[in-house]
T-cell receptor, first 115, second 113 residues
Framework: DTEVTQTPKHLVMGMTNKKSLKCEQHMGHRAMYWYKQKAKKPPELMFVYSYEKLSINESVPSRFSPECPNSSLLNLHLHALQPEDSALYLC??????????????FGPGTRLTVL | DQQVKQNSPSLSVQEGRISILNCDYTNSMFDYFLWYKKYPAEGPTFLISISSIKDKNEDGRFTVFLNKSAKHLSLHIVPSQPGDSAVYFCAAISTDSWGKLQFGAGTQVVVTP
């Protein structure tokens, strides 16, 4: 299984809603990532988890809250978002060991629209 | 500060010909470079990578060349196929910043029949 899956595929939410994005991989990767991508821009790193512990937070606003319940799952909890948070949210995973190749495998993304 | 630059936002190439995508970087600590391909509404797909200890890596129709002294890498696709039409991102990782992929802005490739 060489796939990263993300649900939902599309999400529309109001600024007062609470929602969660989910990501799953079964490749045995112990590093998982959240990226945000706006139209015609490259992906921007948000969070990195390594061995289920948060290792990088790229100064992301607290209205985005990541969670890594186990080595295969990664969640992104959303609360009180702004319309400018509308974007494609990508999950990725990789081996965390620098002695190995560092390709990150991406999921298809969740297209988020904040009204 | 954009540390990875793809100065050509778009490239049009005829089917069967060679596509050459260029990427420049400024951070001399980058030691691993990757190319990703992205279709609309999908996540990036890993294509090929190269370590800074090499100057060339080949995988089927895809070859990546690295010129460390010029801080430049390129991706060659030959022969180009219609299915290659996508956005291509160059990315890099530095020795002191594990996990933090730095992406270029991307190049839109269109392969015409």
């Amino acid at each position: 299984d060489t796939e990263v899956t993300q649900t939902p595929k599309h999400l529309v939410m109001g600024m007062t809603n609470k929602k969660s994005l989910k990501c799953e991989q079964h490749m045995g990767h112990r590093a998982m990532y959240w990226y945000k991508q706006k139209a015609k821009k490259p992906p921007e790193l948000m969070f990195v988890y390594s061995y289920e512990k948060l290792s990088i937070n790229e100064s992301v606003p607290s209205r985005f809250s990541p969670e890594c319940p186990n080595s295969s799952l990664l969640n992104l909890h959303l609360h009180a978002l702004q319309p400018e948070d509308s974007a494609l949210y990508l999950c990725a995973s990789s081996h965390p060991n620098r002695d190995r190749e560092e390709e990150q495998f991406f999921g298809p993304g969740t297209r988020l629209t904040v009204l | 500060d954009q540390q990875v630059k793809q100065n050509s936002p778009s490239l049009s190439v005829q089917e069967g010909r060679i596509s050459i995508l260029n990427c420049d970087y400024t951070n001399s600590m980058f030691d691993y470079f990757l190319w990703y391909k992205k279709y609309p509404a999908e996540g990036p797909t890993f294509l090929i990578s190269i370590s800074s200890i090499k100057d060339k890596n080949e995988d089927g129709r895809f070859t990546v060349f690295l010129n460390k002294s010029a801080k430049h890498l390129s991706l060659h696709i030959v022969p180009s196929q219609p299915g290659d039409s996508a956005v291509y991102f160059c990315a890099a990782i530095s020795t002191d910043s594990w996990g933090k992929l730095q992406f270029g802005a991307g190049t839109q490739v269109v392969v015409t029949p």
